[in-house]
Nanobody, 122 residues
């Protein structure tokens, strides 16, 4: 009942920047925490950053000072500004959201996007 759609991935050279977006749609009542995760082939998924509905943020140590998470509550959208990208940032980035939506009653669930590929290479 809720869809998350990411955009903004691509190929970038080391030291470059990208901005990811993730828009939630559906019969949304409210969204609590939103976040970005990434996964490389053969590795476990890791948290990149999270943001509460009030704007409090949390980052993985590996991205602190380089990545910034933000959100637009009116648009049900979360962003990830990634600066000074390095080859080790190459991964599929997925967003998630703790969503309350209404379908005959209120339902709370964690929704995930399909992911967007970020490749950092010269």
């Amino acid at each position: 009942q809720v869809q998350l759609v990411e955009s903004g991935g691509g190929l970038v050279q080391p030291g470059g920047s990208l901005r990811l977006s993730c828009a939630a749609s559906g019969s949304i009542f409210s969204i609590n925490d939103m976040g970005w995760y990434r996964q490389c082939p053969g590795k476990e998924r890791e948290l990149v950053a999270t943001i509460t509905s009030g704007g409090s943020t949390n980052y993985a140590d590996s991205v602190k000072g380089r990545f910034t998470i933000s959100r637009d509550n009116a648009k049900n959208t979360v962003y990830l500004q990634m600066n000074n990208l390095q080859p080790e940032d190459t991964a599929v980035y997925r967003c998630n959201a703790d969503v309350i939506y209404y379908v005959g009653g209120y339902i709370n669930e964690i929704s995930w996007g399909q992911g967007t590929q970020v490749t950092v290479s010269s």
